[in-house]
């Protein structure tokens, strides 16, 4: 089994900065990507940044040069660093751990409960 939590959420003003962390723990032989996800109420859930184990990144166009996306291997957990917040970066905010909980090939996807972000004034 393996557990994915999400911390760091809040409301912000916009222009303001927030970080989330995810952390990852529980039977895992191998993580493959970690990465955070957001959906807006009426939307669908997107891919806001994601890593690979081997420091690969990839952005929404969205977020481009705006958030950075972070990982510390030895410790299962990626960070996400957003800043220049705006009112349509509202969402839930959830983190996606592609792993394997065994010596077995087959990698799972593992979500976090997500956590809110609301940019408001």
């Known amino acids: 089994q393996v557990q994915v939590v999400e911390s760091g959420g809040g409301l912000v003003q916009p222009g303001g900065s927030l970080s989330l962390s995810c952390a990852a723990s529980?039977?895992?032989?191998?993580?493959?990507?970690m990465g955070w996800y957001r959906q807006a109420p009426g939307k669908q859930r997107e891919l806001v940044a994601s890593?690979?184990?081997?420091?690969?990144?990839d952005y929404a166009d969205s977020v481009k040069g705006r958030f950075t996306i972070s990982s510390d291997n030895a410790k299962n957990t990626v960070y996400l660093q957003m800043n220049s917040l705006t009112p349509e970066d509202t969402a839930v905010y959830y983190c996606l751990v592609k792993a394997s909980p065994t010596t077995a090939r087959m990698v799972y996807n593992y979500w976090g409960q997500g956590t809110q972000v609301t940019v408001s004034s």
């Open positions: 529980g039977s895992i032989f191998r993580i493959t990507d």
């Open positions: 890593a690979t184990r081997d420091g690969s990144t």
